[in-house]
């Protein structure tokens, strides 16, 4: 094995990923090289008509940008993407470094089909989507959930290149000094798979997406229809905030599997998040930021929900939402 | 026209897992009360649609299983697929996908009907967080789709509905391929006729052996509880009638909401 493998971390950022999320994983990224002594490469891809729009941010260690496009990537599908980022790794500007030993990716479904297809390609190991990873000695050690959340696995391997997504919870402190990355432009050409026919179906959800939101208004089986979520669309329209839901609320067709938070959907980290006829099961929990304050809405008072919320109110949502939309459509005036 | 459908089923998570987790300990808990996961499910309607509207779909079904007595082979003999199977899941590496996709596509090359459509949920069991679907089609140089809702065949094509983020799309693949399906209210797996139910206790499935050769590129080093992860606060519950209580809430909402 090339021991000077163990020495470099690349970051993987893909062009459907917001602001934040860059800038959190790219901060966690950089805490994993902090520990392990690990230089980081940020490998940020771009469509051909994507421009380079956004800030660079400062990181606590140095790092190299490199600004990558395509002028070939035209659908960002997964497949594309881990064909850019395969070729990016496996460039000449990137050849006379040691390989990354671990490779991140963000959380998700699109990263975690990036992740396996780079490892395929690479012969490497997919740890999938992981809490922590670090090295230890020659091995490469990651913490991920199984079992609905339920459990924490600890993996190890000694292959020479792990790729990972990595499921960050601590935003960047803002105002924090920090060292401004490298910037280096990659243009690629090579060989690219067709795209696939894709046409996209009109929907009109006015919503926000749950990624990235500063409120979530979520509901659980104890909405018992769509009724109770129609009465969280409207808080949530008030709000300016994004509608969630568990999976089995989804299973039951009231919000869209793209809505879904836990363990098997989104992770999610508002500063408020509206959890209304949920349980508080792990599964679901599991997709809830540790910094987000639950703000909880159940009749039972022994709900588990209540263990991990930061406010809550032990009542009939049929009674406490509708009363809380018209308090809410007064708007902050009335409390004036 | 073959379809496959890989099933791995999940451990019931109504009931606890064991105090002292273990690997055997949870293969013990998967043992003890098994089901379909809702991407199980989802993948094997699915099938039996397709098949609903052509009577030329074979349909195979490939469940992970224990013995040739786990009660995951009869929950879905029951539903009728042409075929049965099922998979020595006893010591395969389920926590990692590359190499559970190596076994997989090693069955899969067992079986008498080479599929030209396999349909999976999109996490293969209870350990599968989403990068085995996608690896297993790597494995078989097939064309890949993942988040499926509904598919349709069309010639040497298949049609699904998927979830792109925040976006439906349909999409034509080229076949072979493996779409990995998600949960869809549309799609809710049918009941078993009970003589269906009945009939399947008599039967005893075949169960194929894995590939012995492969070996985990990832080692399980240790499982455990998932720690409740500490909050900073105790929660405040909020007294009064309602209209106190949605006062309360309200301020601390918009207080939130005004701040974006």
């Known amino acids: 094995m090339n021991t000077n493998a163990k020495r470099r971390v690349a970051v993987v950022l893909l062009p459907t990923q917001d602001t934040n999320e860059r800038h959190t994983l790219l901060h966690a990224a950089a805490a994993v090289c ?24 400062d990181l606590p260690i140095p790092s190299s940008w490199w600004d990558v496009r395509h002028e070939g990537l035209t659908e960002l599908s997964a497949q594309g993407l881990a064909e850019v980022a395969a070729q990016a790794l496996t460039s000449d500007a990137m050849a006379h470094k040691p390989p990354p030993r671990i490779v991140l990716l963000p959380p998700g479904p ?29 091995e490469v050690v990651a913490w991920r959930a199984a079992f609905g959340g339920r459990a924490i696995l600890t993996l190890r391997t000694g292959q020479v290149q792990c790729f990972a997504t990595l499921r960050a919870e601590n935003q960047p402190t803002k105002g924090a000094s920090g060292i401004t990355p490298n910037l280096q432009t990659l243009v690629l050409t090579g060989a690219l798979s067709l795209p696939s026919d894709v046409t996209p179906i009109a929907q009109s959800d006015p919503l926000p997406a749950v990624e990235g939101a500063a409120i979530v208004v979520s509901g659980g089986r104890g909405m018992q229809g769509d009724e109770g979520f129609g009465l969280l669309r409207e808080i949530a329209e008030c709000l300016g905030a994004a509608l969630g839901g568990s999976l089995p609320t989804v299973d039951a067709g009231w919000v869209s599997v793209a809505r879904q938070i836990g363990q098997s959907g989104k992770f999610v980290s508002p500063r408020i998040y509206l959890a209304v006829g949920l349980s508080g099961t792990p599964q679901h929990l599991a997709g809830i930021s540790g910094t987000t304050r639950i703000v909880a809405i159940n009749k039972d008072p022994d709900a588990a929900i209540f263990k991990v919320a930061a406010a809550g109110v032990v009542g009939d949502w049929r009674v406490v939402l509708p009363a809380l939309l018209n308090r809410l459509r007064l708007g902050a005036t009335a409390s004036v | 026209m073959n379809i496959l459908v890989l099933i791995c089923g999940i451990a019931d998570p109504k009931y606890p897992l064991p105090r002292d987790i273990s690997v055997s300990a949870l293969e013990g808990a998967r043992a003890a009360h098994v089901l379909l996961s809702p991407f199980d499910e989802a993948a094997l309607e699915i099938a039996l649609k397709l098949r609903d509207t052509n009577p030329a779909v074979h349909i195979t079904a490939l469940v992970l ?14 539903l009728r697929p042409d075929v049965t199977r099922g998979l020595d899941s006893n010591g395969l590496p389920a926590w990692d996908g ?37 690896a297993v089609a790597q494995a078989l140089r097939m064309n890949y ?19 792109n983020a925040a976006q439906q799309e349909s999409i034509r693949l080229a076949l072979p ?17 009970l003589k269906n139910v009945m009939e399947v206790k ?59």
Not at chain 2, 65 to 75: G, I, K, V, Y
Not at chain 2, 223 to 233: D, I, W
Request: net charge negative.
């Open chain 1, 34 to 57: 902090l520990s392990h002594s690990c230089e980081l490469d940020i490998i940020s891809l771009r469509a051909a008509t994507q421009s380079l729009a956004e800030q660079l941010p």
């Open chain 1, 110 to 138: 699109e990263g975690l089909e990036v992740v396996a297809r780079l490892a395929w390609k690479f012969g490497g190991a997919a740890l999938g989507q992981c809490n922590a990873l670090g090295v230890d000695g020659a």
């Open chain 2, 65 to 78: 299983a224990r013995s040739a007595m786990d009660p995951l082979l009869r929950t879905v003999g029951s």
């Open chain 2, 98 to 134: 590359l190499g559970m996709a190596r076994v997989l596509a090693d069955a899969v090359s067992q079986l008498e009907h080479a599929p030209d459509l396999l349909l999976l949920g999109r996490e293969l069991g209870d350990y599968d967080d989403g990068t085995a679907p996608v």
């Open chain 2, 145 to 163: 789709s993942k988040l499926i809702f509904s598919a349709t065949l069309e010639g040497a094509c298949v049609h699904g509905v998927r979830q």
């Open chain 2, 177 to 193: 391929a493996v779409l990995s399906v998600t949960n869809d209210a549309r799609n809710k797996l049918r009941h078993p006729l």
């Open chain 2, 202 to 260: 008599k039967i005893a499935f075949k169960v194929l052996n894995c590939l012995q050769t492969t070996s985990a590129c990832v080692q399980l080093a240790n499982v455990g509880a998932a720690v409740e992860r500490p909050r900073s606060t105790v929660c405040q519950m909020v007294s009064g009638d309602t209209d106190a209580q949605v006062e309360m809430l309200a301020a601390l909402l918009l207080e939130k909401a005004s701040a974006q």
